[in-house]
């Protein structure tokens, strides 16, 4: 990391950038412009402590976004829900059986409670489209995940002119990033948190044993610290879905994935 140095005079400056949804077109698969607010903003400041001696340089970025996102998944029509899998070009088999339902349409009766209760929890009605359109049959907005634009930067650094030979430079940085991201397509679960922190330093000592022999003397340090939650618990997940047999009888962040 390169910073700035500060002078015998003051400097400073500030920026900031805005972006808006008042500025966006919106998406192909949007009919309205999603909601977005985002602000990347900051200063910096730098100056003597002790003329010619002693300097100091503080920088600070900050960036905010509140947004929507569009989006589109595919989610089992009514007549699936239901059991009628009339649309389809190929059998589905009765295990019990082994003979085809007729008309493919799975009798009520045989539907797992199991499956209808995750199916409600996981999956919205579709909202798009003709009532056997099977992909992208649900649209609509969402709060949306901030990646990387939720964030806050700082550094200060101090140099010291110890003499005609030695400079000493000292600097200290903080970074805190909290990260909202998506696991799947579903509008109603998916979403983990991530916190990182990272501060840094370094001292680094300058001295010049001649016009062409000098040594640096520089130690650093780094500590990141990164937290991750889901924000479903998964046990609830199962139970709520009253799926009985061998479970975990503690919470477990997370949705469970299911192979079918």
Same mark, same amino acid.
């Given at each position: ?19 808006g949804?008042?500025?966006?077109t919106?998406?192909? @698969?949007?009919?309205?412009? !999603? @909601? =977005?607010? $985002?602000n990347?903003f ?12 002693? @300097?100091?340089?503080? %920088? $600070? ?14 989610? +089992? ?17 009765? +295990? $019990?059986?082994?003979? !085809? ?23 919205? %009605? +579709? ?11 649900? =649209? ?15 550094? *200060?650094?101090? %140099?010291?002119?110890?003499?005609? #030979?030695?400079?000493?430079?000292? #600097? *200290?940085?903080?970074?805190?990033? +909290?990260?909202?991201?998506?696991? /799947? ?10 916190? =990182? ?11 010049? @044993? ?10 650093? $340090? ?8 889901a924000?479903? %618990? ?6 709520e ?9 503690t919470?477990?962040? /997370?949705v ?5």
């Open positions: 990391v390169v910073t700035k140095a500060g002078t015998d005079q003051f400097h400073g400056s500030l920026f900031e950038d805005y972006n949804d008042a500025l966006n919106r998406s192909y @698969f949007s009919t309205v412009v !999603p @909601f =977005r607010v $985002y990347n900051g200063g910096s400041i730098g100056g003597p402590i002790k003329k010619g001696k002693l @300097f100091f340089f503080a %920088d $600070y970025e900050g960036s905010r976004e509140s947004a929507q996102l569009a989006l589109v998944a595919n989610v +089992p029509t009514l007549a699936e829900r239901a059991g009628n899998f009339s649309n389809l070009t190929y059998p589905l088999i009765n +295990p $019990y059986t082994g003979q !085809p339902f007729y008309q493919n349409q799975i009798p009520a009766g045989m539907i797992s409670t199991v499956s209808q209760n995750l199916q409600t929890a996981l999956y919205p %009605d +579709p909202n798009y489209g003709p009532p056997s359109l099977q992909a992208g049959n649900f =649209r609509g907005l969402v709060k949306s995940q901030n990646g990387f634009t939720d964030f806050d930067n700082g550094d *200060a650094s101090i %140099d010291y002119i110890a003499g005609q #030979r030695d400079t000493l430079f000292l #600097r *200290a940085s903080y970074r805190h990033l +909290p990260v909202v991201n998506f696991t /799947g397509n579903l509008p109603a679960v998916g979403r983990f948190y991530e916190d =990182r922190n990272t501060a840094s330093g370094v001292i680094s000592e300058i001295h010049v @044993f001649a016009p062409t022999l000098s040594n640096e003397f520089r130690i650093g $340090y780094t500590n990141m610290d990164l937290s991750y939650a924000e479903e %618990d998964g046990l609830s997940i199962l139970q879905a009253g799926l009985q047999g061998s479970l975990v009888t919470p477990i962040k /997370g469970p994935p299911f192979t079918i």
